[in-house]
């Protein structure tokens, strides 16, 4: 008995392999419908540029011939036609999108089509629980090899419909890309072949408009070398990656590709050699975009297509250190809550992938998330940044889970801010002509303090200026050299939402320090002053603030390293007559002091000054501190030092030339005469 069992089991298997090699009917997309479509059915259809849309019309025209009903087709978007969503057949077949495309956004709005907000990670786990239980799928494929089928450009929730699926048909086309991971398919799992040739749907490139190309400067910026990437599609992905090509050793793990990825793989800036899992691979779960992409995909080992469940897995995604998560979104409040998915009661999108990999994205060493989006719509009629959402609209990803937001106008990091600092951060990003009533409405609100100051601007002269972010690398404590360390100081424009990092500076300082450095008794001042020194108004005063990571230890355990400010540099120029020399300052937290960071903040500044017309500087230094002489004498070949007399007011052209009573020794400098030494690193 036990011998029959084994050789029971035995045949089994040689049975399975027997059919796994035995190719499905070939029928027409007449008789494929006919044989498995009927009234009531539920069919999941091949997503993005793998839509069957032969098989995809054969089966409206079935429905409506044979007055069929209540059919319903589900889907992720499509580029193909989209009869199902026509008002001819509206009343045999309904369509229920995953995500709106353009081609049923109409649909869906009228009526005739639905909208299931889900994630894309969640999908097939209703599939296979029954919790959306599929009757049917319909997929187009590669030619069969070896009892298998490849789903081509799109993997993502069609396998695991597959395998819930009561019957599968394919319709077969030569012109669809043989692709590898997990997009293989036996034979065995077929129902019927429908051989048809067709193109594949083509989504070209965009053209990239001045606040796309902005917003991929900006994002570039945050992303490091090594880092794993996730971007959608669009004028923005594009933007960013176009902005990369500086980068290196770049992976991809994500939802989809484009084309703009082939440039940087051309290149070599993506080769995945940094990525923890999957590495030298680059990672989707589909990808729409020209032929030229589709011939890349082909038969090509560097791109495994997974299935979403695998893709999506937030748990996946966290194990990539540096991931950095790129999303867009159609709107954002002042709080953080962003819109995606609708605008007002109108759905537009869907949820996507985006929480999916924000999630992740914040879960991972290193990881960041960005949001991404165009400051006004409409054209320049209508502020996307908002005080709050539109009546109706929905929240995908809620503020809680907001890392990064990007418009063309800079960046605003909202993870671990107050509504107030959120809120003041996220102004800045709007198109300036909307910033004054942003402002309003927040103090109405009482997101931000009465009377709160923020800085002039309402041109593109208040765009936020990257090109002045850099990094440098000092020695710290150098009494031996056991005790030396090299640390890497990141620099960037001071703003509005440093006023915390500015306090926090300040308060470590000694009084006499700055009181030196701004005049200011330091430990009495108000939050307007503050919001002064913060608000810089760019078309007059430059500000500079520079970063040490420091980590900090709790129980005898390394904590993860942070951004501390640790000094800043600045000037003001008011375009007064007669006012050659500008003021300037530059501060230092004590803990960095003598180790040349003050030298070369300055040298910073004036290299900037200089570009700016900007003659030279006046920085003043309090009786029996030679502090600021000895940092100017470094940097520029002459100091002139003239002691200050009674009733001189700093800030008045008039007094420029007469002494104070503070006792304060005023220092010029002439830009051009910056020593050979520093002058050379800012050429």
Not at 134 to 163: H, T, W, Y
């Amino acid at each position: 008995m036990l011998h029959m069992t084994r050789i029971s089991k035995v045949l089994v298997r040689q049975l399975k392999v027997a059919r796994q090699y035995t190719n499905p009917p070939t029928l027409s997309a007449t008789q494929a419908i006919e044989q498995h479509v009927r009234s009531g059915a539920r069919v999941l259809i091949g997503s993005g540029a793998a839509e069957p849309q032969h098989l995809v019309e054969e089966l409206c025209l079935h429905a409506s011939t044979k007055n069929l009903s209540d059919i319903q087709l589900v889907h992720l978007m499509t580029l193909g036609t989209a009869p199902y969503a026509n008002e001819a057949t509206s009343s045999h077949v309904r369509h229920n999108a995953f995500f709106i495309g353009a081609n049923v956004r109409n649909a869906v709005r009228s009526g005739m089509a639905d909208y299931t907000p889900c994630r894309l990670w969640d999908i097939p786990t209703f599939f296979r629980t029954q919790r959306l239980p599929i009757d049917g799928v319909i997929v187009q494929c590669a030619p069969p090899r070896d009892g298998f089928i490849s789903l081509g450009v799109s993997v993502d929730i069609l396998k695991s419909g597959i395998e819930s699926a009561n019957f599968v048909l394919a319709q077969v086309n030569p012109n669809m890309p043989w692709t590898i991971g997990d997009s293989l398919i036996p034979v065995s799992s077929i129902d019927a072949f429908v051989e048809h040739e067709e193109p594949l749907c083509e989504l070209q490139p965009p053209a990239l408009d001045i606040p796309a190309l902005w917003i991929g400067k900006y994002v570039a910026n945050l992303v490091p070398n090594g880092a794993c990437l996730q971007l959608g599609i669009g004028g923005i992905p594009d933007a960013v990656l176009a902005a990369l090509k500086g980068k290196r050793d770049l992976g991809i793990h994500t939802e989809m590709i484009s084309d703009g990825v082939l440039d940087l793989i051309d290149l070599g800036v993506v080769n995945g050699s940094k990525k923890n899992i999957n590495p030298g691979a680059i990672v989707t779960s589909f990808c729409m975009g020209t032929r030229r992409l589709y011939d890349t995909v082909h038969d090509n080992p560097l791109f495994q297509f997974r299935p979403t469940e695998y893709t999506n897995d937030p748990f996946i995604i966290s194990q990539h250190d540096n991931m950095i998560s790129i999303n867009s979104a159609l709107g954002v409040d002042l709080t953080g809550q962003v819109a995606a998915d609708s605008l007002g009661h109108r759905f537009y999108s869907g949820v996507g992938g985006q929480v999916d990999f924000v999630r992740g994205a914040l879960r991972s060493k290193g990881g960041r998330s960005v949001i991404a989006l165009p400051s006004t719509a409409k054209h320049g009629e209508t502020s996307r940044i908002t005080l709050a959402l539109a009546s109706g609209t929905g929240v995908v990803t809620p503020r809680a889970d907001v890392d990064f937001v990007v418009t063309e106008y800079g960046i605003a990091s909202l993870r671990a801010k107050t509504v107030c600092e959120r809120a003041i951060a996220l102004i800045q990003l709007a198109h300036p002509k909307f910033r004054e009533q942003l402002m309003q409405e927040a103090m109405n609100h009482g997101l931000i303090d009465t009377g709160h100051i923020l800085p002039a601007g309402h041109d593109e002269s208040s765009r936020y200026d990257i090109d002045l972010e850099g990094e440098c690398e000092f020695v710290i404590d150098a009494e031996s050299k056991n005790d030396s360390r090299t640390i890497r100081l990141h620099y960037r424009p001071l703003k509005p939402s440093d006023e915390r990092n500015l306090k926090d500076l300040f308060y470590r300082l000694p009084p006499e320090s700055a009181a030196a450095s701004f005049g200011l008794p330091v430990r009495n001042l108000t939050e307007r002053q503050f919001q002064q020194l913060v608000s810089i108004d760019s078309a007059n005063s430059v500000a500079v603030a520079f970063f040490a990571p420091e980590v900090t230890t709790r129980h005898g355990v390394n904590q993860q390293p942070r951004d501390r400010l640790i000094a800043v540099a600045r000037y003001e120029h008011h375009h007064r007559k007669g006012l050659d020399h500008v003021p300037a300052t530059v501060v230092v937290d004590k803990a960095y002091q003598g180790n040349g960071i003050g030298a070369y903040a300055i040298a910073y500044l004036a290299s900037i000054a200089k570009k700016r017309d900007i003659f030279g500087f006046e920085v003043m230094e309090v009786p029996g501190d030679t502090q600021m002489e000895r940092i100017l004498s470094r940097v520029f070949e002459s100091v002139d030092v003239q002691p200050r007399c009674e009733n001189q007011d700093a800030n008045t052209a008039e007094a420029v030339n007469v002494p104070s009573a503070d006792g304060r020794t005023r220092l010029r400098v002439d830009l051009d005469c910056m020593t050979a030494a520093y002058a050379s690193r800012f050429t």
